[in-house]
């Protein structure tokens, strides 16, 4: 089992940058992939940024190349998501997913386990 602790979301205005955490407890970290996914009010949850047990390969949605990076320190237990240049379409609450499947990383149903999520609001 593993549990996934999301933090960092907030109210921003656009064109700031936002850094969150997922702290993770339970079976060893460095086993798992990770991901990111957001939900914003009336759509479904969406992929956003994925990364290798060992930190070499990321993957990102097209929307938030060049914006958003992903990042993890197996020694902390922790992923990060910077965002830079949010714009109010990146209003959402963004999960925390972790899987140790070899399966597509854009994949939602690939996922095991799920933050409780964080509210990230961009105001225009």
């Known amino acids: 089992q593993v549990q996934l602790v999301e933090s960092g979301g907030g109210l921003v205005q656009a064109g700031d940058s936002l850094r969150l955490s997922c702290a993770a407890s339970?079976?060893?970290?460095?086993?798992?992939?990770m991901a990111w996914f957001r939900q914003a009010p009336g759509k479904e949850r969406e992929f956003v940024l994925a990364?290798?047990?060992?930190?070499?390969?990321?993957y990102y949605a097209d929307s938030v190349k060049g914006r958003f990076t992903i990042s993890r320190d197996n020694a902390k237990n922790t992923v990060y998501l910077q965002m830079n240049g949010l714009n109010p379409e990146d209003t959402a609450v963004y999960y925390c997913?972790?899987?140790?499947?070899?399966?597509?990383?854009?994949?939602?149903?690939?996922?095991?386990?799920w933050g409780q999520g964080t509210q990230v609001t961009v105001s225009s």
């Open positions: 990364i290798s047990w060992s930190g070499s390969s990321t």
């Open positions: 997913a972790a899987t140790d499947h070899s399966g597509n990383y854009y994949k939602l149903n690939e996922y095991i386990y």
């Open positions: 339970g079976r060893t970290f460095s086993r798992y992939r």
